[in-house]
């Protein structure tokens, strides 16, 4: 079980930094003062949880525990594997985080641009997550692949896109009057769900080796996941320096 429980200690230290990258680029202002920094940690981060998942998925089939897990006949982690194949294989232009987006697609670095943004609220009472946002029309493009592509089945797209509740997007976008390459949904609270669906069935099989892994283990066990069929939707100015 060493490669399991390896791989359940990176997922339990990348979802660390993540949180630590967001608290560094807006509590701390580092996003503020030196953006490139500040979005290449968060990318940085965004990447090692997405590939966090994919090892422990592999560690499972290795080590002989796949049947636990239908990974891609569970639309919490399909998502996630979907955006950790995308970014892993340059699909769909690494589904961008919001903040790689408006670097390449607004028309002027500083400059006020409207966003709207989709979030899942968590179940449990009074309970949250943080903010790191990924665009829906970069996700929606990579569904739209054909499959030897994406390398999705159309069982797989269609649960993905039902799952975060896509259909309703562009509504979204047409309220507001922005275009639906301007809608952003969160990642984070799809990060829980994917967590929520997976730690239950291996805490048995993993050690922790950190006080980060055993609160993953813990805390995932019993936490309420986040609800993605009645999302908080709105809409606000976005801008970053250069």
Request: hydrophobic share 40%; proline share 5%; aromatic share 10%.
């Amino acid at each position: 079980m060493t490669q399991l429980s390896d791989a359940f200690e990176d997922l339990s230290q990348s979802l660390r930094v993540l949180m630590e990258a967001n608290h560094r680029a807006h509590r701390e202002g580092l996003l503020q003062i030196d953006r490139a920094e500040a979005v290449g940690n968060i990318e940085i981060a965004l990447a090692s949880v997405l590939n966090s998942f994919h090892s422990l998925y592999d560690a499972l089939e290795k080590e002989g525990h796949g049947a636990l897990i239908k990974w891609y006949e569970t639309p919490e982690l399909v998502t996630i594997l979907a955006l950790r194949n995308a970014r892993h294989h340059n699909l769909a232009r690494k589904v961008r985080t919001m903040y790689s987006f408006y670097a390449q697609e607004a028309e002027k670095i500083g400059r006020m641009e409207m966003y709207v943004l989709v979030d899942f609220p968590s179940e449990e009472e009074g309970g949250d997550t943080f903010d790191v946002y990924l665009s829906w029309s970069d996700l929606k493009d990579l569904l739209q692949m054909p499959q030897q592509q994406s390398k999705l089945r159309p069982a797989a797209t269609a649960a993905i896109a039902d799952y975060i509740g896509s259909k309703k997007f562009k509504e979204y976008a047409d309220y507001y009057e922005r275009p639906e390459e301007h809608v952003f949904f969160n990642f984070v609270p799809l990060a829980v769900n994917a967590a929520i669906k997976v730690v239950p069935k291996i805490r048995h099989l993993v050690k922790p080796r950190s006080s980060e892994s055993e609160l993953v283990r813990d805390l995932f066990n019993t936490l309420l996941p986040t609800n993605t069929k009645q999302p908080e939707v709105s809409c606000g100015p976005i801008a970053f320096t250069k």
